[in-house]
């Protein structure tokens, strides 16, 4: 399918528009409507459902979409220079797309979302993409207001969302995403599909809320993983010293003081996040 609509190709589109990329925004076109609707079809069926989008460009994503039957797309753009692009994709989809033109990290998009069964699927620009993931799954309320994520991350970065204790990647990241939510890649990108062509390898990571995640205080939960990885190759007692007592912490949690923050399971970090929420 190398046409998804009547709207012009997307290098007609960015031409016209004047849309060359910017680095500073982290930006990097998918021109591909085959692999944008593969992307959309890895959020499963869309009928009913209100889409975010989040630095949604010429619109390549977004027209995926919309054609794969989004009831409403609501497309967060920074880049003023793109409006008018979204304006001819909202013309042809007439009242099912609506452009924020706003900062996404300032955004609140449970709001935008609405009622009813809500997701977010993008392309997300490099350079806010883990503080966004960060706030979906660390978020006070819970469960979310979406029902899945389906997000495009450099592939160093989705393999940390993945990992599993004892994984060269396993972090910070892994405990936050591990403990609320089913992650898995689902495919992979390259280089090539973009504009410009990145140095690396992407991936389209796909995560699942778990309904009922182990109980944990969230902030307890990110300042134990902060400390424990900030010196990931040292064992925890010595670690985690920069919050107190760290032996009556290990030991309340359950954990042996000579174990190292790569070897500790989601679990245990949340025994960690409960014991120190029990002692401040």
Known sequence: MSQLDDLPPLRDVIRRHDLAPKKSLGQNFLLDLNLTSRIARA???LEGVTVVEVGPG????????????AKRVVAIEKDTRAIAALAEVQARYPGRLDVVEDDALGVDMAALAGDGPARVVANLPYNVATPLLIGWVAADRWPPWWDRLVLMFQREVAERIVAQPGDDAYGRLAVLCGWRCEA?????????AFTPPPKVTSSVVRLEPRQSPLPCPVRDLEIVTQAAFGQRRKMLRQSLKSLGDAAALLSAAGIEATRRAEEIPV?????LARA?????
């Not at 898995?184 to 090539?192: L, R, S, T």
């Not at 679990?267 to 025994?271: D, H, K, P, R």
């Open 276 to 280: 120190r929420a029990a002692m401040v």
């Open 267 to 271: 679990e245990g970090f949340v025994a």
């Open 58 to 69: 010429p619109g390549g994503l977004t027209r995926a979409l919309l054609a794969e039957g």
């Open 43 to 45: 959020g499963g069926r």
């Open 184 to 192: 898995k890649i689902a495919f992979d990108v390259g280089p090539q």
